[in-house]
């Protein structure tokens, strides 16, 4: 085991051509027979981009180059061996120079005798503060570092180990030479008996990047897990905290990010986001945001309405007129859930339809979702009541691509993720979303997790709950919303005029949950699906965004926990006051059926 750190050869610096964006890849192994190195790359841009994809040997020597134009919205694998005629050396490092700043890609090194592979996405950034947050040993499993130092300085490395379940912590110092790289197991880099599992912290007075290793079993698993950029001048102990409270939750894994005023966002991690692989979770590793989408959907509603292709008094029949009392229903009914149409995710057949379907990720338009809701009563009549209603915002959706003529996902990326730099947020089932994503699983209550990534097409939930993001992202689409950036004033206070309380500590908008908690009120949502839980918000008084992502659903949900968790960081004692305020209701009646 220990000689495979030999071979990884982490990145150094490469000049990017002017005007275009460098990415690393940090290890490659192309040796005959016995390595192979395959590189995946994702354009989720609505233009083509261009990727100069050059190959170095460990010493730095450029060994050869090529030129990949990738199609908007495209992918592409290839094998080392397929892309490059020769390579002078078996192993080495990658990057790729590309013309788009939406470029995102991963290598996956492979041992062709035993089957043992691992994973290393692509980065664009070196920093002097990195965090690993899981790695582990026992008699099974060994885990080692690879850390390089992209600077022509030397580099001055303070190593800090911490036990996940006592909190005792190790720190090593060590040198690093300028361009040079930090090979070793962490049986050699710490004395003593290494905790099962450990997080590491590295500060480096140069910029430094790196990953560690764990092995399983030789190398018939092996377990990448990426360093993070961190500051630990921020919020020290946000991923110990999220650490101790994810102990309680215990299923795959959890992400934790708050931003406040005059900082960079901070997003702690915890967990896995493979449980088959073991690879460990990032903050950049995109989950399930449910119902969040709600809120995206309600900004391009009103930005209709700013351009006055559209106004809240409009009635459904000008763009549906075959829907059921169409000229009854008004876009602000259906932002605000006051419409009483019956939300299709309740309808028996539809469960019977989606649960039969599991496993062959069958799309569904959103003509074939109303189908489920057209013949059903009004739950009241129009505009004389509240119920949140999935089917609201599938019209919605329907509505923007009437509108604009042109498809929801284009204009939810043309209006609001490009121009706000939303680089890991897209809508499932619409678009290609990265191979590095965190894995979606389910809970039925029996502990068992199921891996619903690609068992059921995200196209069931559409412009009503399909988006997956990240939460620096959606803590960057929460201060655009709610500090003007994407509408105006007058069309964001629309959008805050609730429309009827949830609980006595919640009231829904239109497309925004209102929370109070200690006085302070949080504009945001929540969101559940078959694999994942999530929330946003914004608290305007403190001028500070938070969110939190779990990649599975359980039928007793711990996101308040991590919610709470955040407050008390943000400076709110929430208490025991329900924050979330809405559990999906599809999620009982799918783990009956499962049971059944």
């Not at 005007?19 to 390595?35: D, I, N, Q, V």
């Not at 005023?261 to 990032?282: C, H, K, S």
């Not at 919303?481 to 009231?507: C, K, N, V």
């Amino acid at each position: 085991m220990r000689w495979f750190l030999l071979f990884c050869a982490f990145f150094g610096v490469a000049a990017a051509p002017a005007g275009e964006h460098l990415l690393r890849a940090p290890h490659f192994t192309s040796k005959s027979g016995e390595w192979e190195t395959t590189l995946t790359l994702q354009n989720p841009n609505s233009t083509s981009a261009t990727v100069v994809i050059r190959a170095w040997s460990e010493t730095g020597k450029l060994m050869s180059e090529l030129t990949l134009n990738l199609q908007p919205f495209s992918g592409f694998t290839g094998n080392l061996r397929s892309l490059f005629d020769q390579l002078e050396e078996e192993t080495g490092r990658l990057t790729l120079a590309c013309n788009r700043d939406h470029i995102h890609g991963v290598v996956m090194f492979r041992n062709l005798v035993t089957g043992g592979e691992a994973s290393v996405p692509l980065v664009e950034e070196a920093g002097r503060h990195l965090l690993l947050p899981l790695m582990e040993n026992d008699d099974r499993r060994i885990s080692g570092l690879v850390l390089s130092n992209t600077a022509e300085e030397q580099a001055e490395l303070r190593i800090t180990m911490r036990d996940l379940n006592g909190g005792r912590a190790t720190t090593v110092t060590t040198t690093l030479a300028a361009q040079a790289k930090l090979k070793g197991i962490l049986a050699d880099l710490f004395d003593g008996e290494l905790p099962r599992q450990v997080q590491l912290e590295v500060e480096s007075t140069t910029p430094v990047t790196g990953f560690a290793l764990t092995f399983q079993d030789g190398i018939s698993q092996i377990i990448t897990v990426p360093g993070n950029l961190w500051d630990p001048g921020r919020y020290p102990g946000l991923q110990h905290r999220l650490q101790q409270e994810f102990a309680s939750i215990g299923l795959a894994g959890a992400l934790a990010g708050i931003h406040v005023p005059g900082e960079d966002p901070v997003v702690a991690v915890a967990g896995l986001a493979d449980i088959v692989t073991q690879r460990a979770m990032r903050p950049d590793a995109a989950a399930d945001a449910g119902s969040i989408t709600k809120t995206f959907t309600a900004a391009l509603v009103f930005m209709l309405i700013q351009e006055g292709k559209l106004s809240l008094d409009d009635t459904l029949d000008t763009w549906i007129p075959d829907f059921p009392r169409a000229a009854e229903i008004t876009v602000r009914m259906l932002l605000g859930h006051t419409s009483g149409i019956f939300d299709y995710t309740e309808s028996e057949t539809f469960f019977q339809d989606l649960v039969a379907s599991f496993g062959q990720n069958q799309a569904i338009t959103p003509e074939e979702l109303l189908a489920y809701a057209r013949d059903r009563p009004f739950v009241f009549e129009p505009g004389l009541g509240w119920s949140y209603s999935n089917t609201n915002y599938i019209l919605l959706g329907m509505i923007i691509e009437s509108v604009t003529g042109d498809q929801y996902v284009n204009q939810l990326r043309r209006r609001i993720l490009v121009p706000l730099g939303l680089r890991r947020t897209y809508l499932a089932g619409s678009e290609p979303v990265p191979p590095d994503r965190a894995r979606a699983y389910y809970n039925d209550g029996s502990g068992e997790l199921l891996d619903v990534t690609e068992a059921l097409d995200m196209s069931w939930l559409w412009a009503a709950g399909a988006l997956i993001s990240i939460p620096e992202d959606l803590m960057v689409f929460a201060r655009a919303l709610f500090e003007g950036e994407l509408l105006q004033a007058d069309s964001l206070q629309a959008m805050l005029t609730t429309t009827s309380p949830i609980t006595p500590f919640s009231r829904y908008g239109l497309g925004v949950i209102i929370n109070e908690v200690d006085g302070l009120e949080l504009y945001g949502h929540d969101g559940g699906t078959f694999g994942g839980s999530a929330y946003f918000a914004y608290i305007p008084q403190l001028d500070t965004a938070l969110a939190t992502q779990l990649n599975h659903f359980a039928v007793n949900s711990k996101l308040g926990t991590l919610v709470r968790m955040l407050l008390n960081e943000a400076g709110i004692g929430a208490g025991d006051r329900r924050v979330v305020s809405r559990r999906s209701v599809f999620i009982e009646t799918y783990s009956k059926k499962r049971r059944d």
